[in-house]
């Protein structure tokens, strides 16, 4: 027998701690791990690209902290928030400096807010291409 599963805030806040992040929160690029990210890739941190992130990630045979940091920025920027001009503008730099930091967000909760933002922002004018999440219906 199959059963409808919902995920929401009322459903995740139990099992997900409630430390957020902001979706209208800017982006930073003077956070130390989006500093030395740009300097491996020899850019400045606002023109840092998804592929340079994977080359990287593929590079790194042994899956440490760097990774795990590379493999947080790329879900983020990629998926969860990807901004409209294709390079990396991470909201979560600060949390990933501090790997134990990752396991207190609220994921399902900073997916769902910046979808809702996404859709917000995309429905106020017919002219943009939708660049955000996927909208789910």
């Given amino acids: 027998m199959a059963s409808n599963l919902e995920v929401n805030t009322k459903t995740t806040e139990p099992t997900l701690s409630a430390m957020e992040i902001d ?9 130390p791990f989006m500093r030395e990210l740009a300097e491996q890739c020899d850019t400045k941190p606002g023109n840092v ?36 001009c294709g390079m990396i503008k991470s909201k979560i730099g600060e949390i ?33 291409a939708f660049a955000g999440p996927l909208p789910s219906s």
């Fill in 49 to 84: 690209n998804h592929k340079v992130v994977e080359q990287l990630m593929l590079a790194d045979k042994e899956g440490g902290p760097q990774f795990k940091r590379l493999f947080l920025v790329l879900l983020e920027s990629a998926l969860i928030e990807p901004s409209t």
């Fill in 96 to 128: 990933v400096d501090d790997l134990d930091n990752v396991r207190n967000i609220n994921w399902c909760s900073y997916t769902i807010s910046v979808l809702k933002f996404a859709i917000d922002n995309w429905s106020k004018t017919d002219k943009n």
């Fill in 23 to 31: 979706e209208g929160e800017k982006w930073k690029s003077n956070v």
